[in-house]
């Protein structure tokens, strides 16, 4: 069955460290990747996408990230997370329609 | 920039109820979505609209939901008799073509 996952529901990092957020995808074909943000009660704003091409995408906000084809993955990357940085996260693919994966929470110490 | 507005930002209705959430897509954007997203769950995929019909709905979708676009800038999504699991948060976006959907920041719908 096609599905989205984001193995870690809630990462705590300090801020100035290093991020990654994982997110695997089984289609039989490559989707159209997605990584959005949601504060609590907002919308979902774009970080970043990817279509075809570089497997390294640039976004919004210093975040980044990674297509592999071999693992069926797509991680999100920012390499010095700030305080503002703390919501929800989600990957999502889009092939027929959008699904998105269940989110992963990013809570961010002082 | 042009965005995707919802209104309203928060609608309160009891359950039985007919509700009307409204979204005014990107102007030159074709392709039109409802999604939802029930309290500290994912986002769902509701429906697609194109070219003055639903292009594909997901098994939420039922018969007590319908979409419409009245006047050529408005989407709806109505919500014949609400249930008290309608609760939660309801996204429009739109699109134009293979370029990503912008989405809307959302009506909370909560069912009382």
């Known amino acids: 069955a096609q599905s989205v996952t984001q193995p870690d529901i809630h990462i705590t990092v300090s801020e100035g460290a290093s991020l990654e957020l994982r997110c695997n995808y089984s289609?039989?074909?490559?989707?159209?990747l997605f990584w959005y943000v949601q504060s609590p009660g907002q919308g979902l704003q774009l970080l970043l996408k990817?279509?075809?091409?570089?497997?390294l995408v640039q976004g919004i906000k210093g975040f980044e990230a990674e297509f592999k084809r071999s693992q069926s993955s797509f991680n999100l990357r920012k390499p010095s997370v700030h305080w503002s940085d703390a919501a929800e996260y989600f990957c999502?693919?889009?092939?027929?329609?959008?699904?998105f994966g269940p989110g992963t929470r990013l809570s961010v110490l002082p | 920039e042009p965005e995707v507005t919802q209104t309203p930002s928060h609608q309160v209705t009891q359950m039985g109820q007919e509700v009307i959430l409204r979204c005014v897509p990107i102007?030159?954007?074709?392709?039109f979505y409802w999604y939802r997203q029930i309290l500290g769950q994912k986002v769902e995929f509701l429906v697609s609209?194109?070219?003055?019909?639903?292009?594909?709905k997901s098994e939420i979708f039922d018969d007590q939901f319908s979409v419409e676009r009245p006047d050529g800038s408005n989407f709806t999504l109505k919500i014949r008799s609400t249930k008290l699991e309608d609760s939660a948060m309801y996204f429009c976006?739109?699109?134009?073509?293979?370029?990503?959907?912008?989405f809307g920041d959302g009506t909370r719908l909560s069912i009382l």
């Open positions: 976006a739109s699109r134009f073509f293979n370029q990503p959907q912008h």
């Open positions: 289609y039989g074909a490559t989707p159209y």
């Open positions: 990817y279509f075809s091409g570089d497997t």
């Open positions: 999502a693919v889009e092939r027929q329609n959008f699904v």
């Open positions: 102007s030159n954007h074709l392709y």
């Open positions: 609209f194109y070219n003055n019909e639903i292009s594909e």
